[in-house]
């Protein structure tokens, strides 16, 4: 047996914080549908699985403090979300096995190449779920419990 909801959970809290990184330090709006694209309610009205389980990992980062936001938008999203200093230092981190870069590049260049950040945004795109998960979970290490950056 698999457990693909915990792939779901790593692609879910990826795409959440990297919207709120993208956006910081302003306060967003963060719907579930534009993280999974659209979900069709079952016969109750009710959201899908899937997007109940989107909010859930959203719900679940504000409950450990990488972000917050202010009121929920039904089961569509939350309101006023922002990270916070945790997320923010999380993602803004140096992977030190992302900096083998060309020397030519400004330093800058070479930050933001490094970052968590960056190395999330480049796993989701190219759909690459175990490195995400690898990723993600170094989002949920503080740096005392990181032994070494494995990407």
Not at 5 to 26: E, S, T, V
Not at 74 to 95: H, I, M, N, P, Y
Request: charged share 30%; glycine share 4%.
């Amino acid at each position: 047996m698999t457990d693909l909801q915990i792939d779901d959970f790593y692609k879910d809290c990826a795409a959440g914080l990297l919207q709120l990184y993208q956006a910081f330090p302003r306060r967003i709006a963060l719907y579930v549908e534009d993280l999974i694209g659209p979900s069709e309610p079952d016969e109750f009205g009710l959201p899908s699985k899937r997007h109940e389980s989107c909010l859930g990992a959203l719900l679940w980062l504000a409950d450990e403090g990488y972000l917050r936001f202010d009121s929920s938008i039904r089961f569509e999203a939350l309101d006023q979300a922002v990270l916070t200093e945790k997320g923010f230092l999380r993602l803004s981190r140096s992977l030190s096995a992302a900096r083998a870069n060309p020397p030519d590049l400004p330093p800058s260049i070479l930050r933001v190449r490094a970052s968590l950040a960056q190395q999330l945004r480049e796993a989701l795109r190219s759909a690459d779920s175990e490195r995400l998960a690898r990723l993600a979970r170094l989002v949920f290490e503080s740096e005392s419990d990181a032994t070494g950056d494995i990407v």
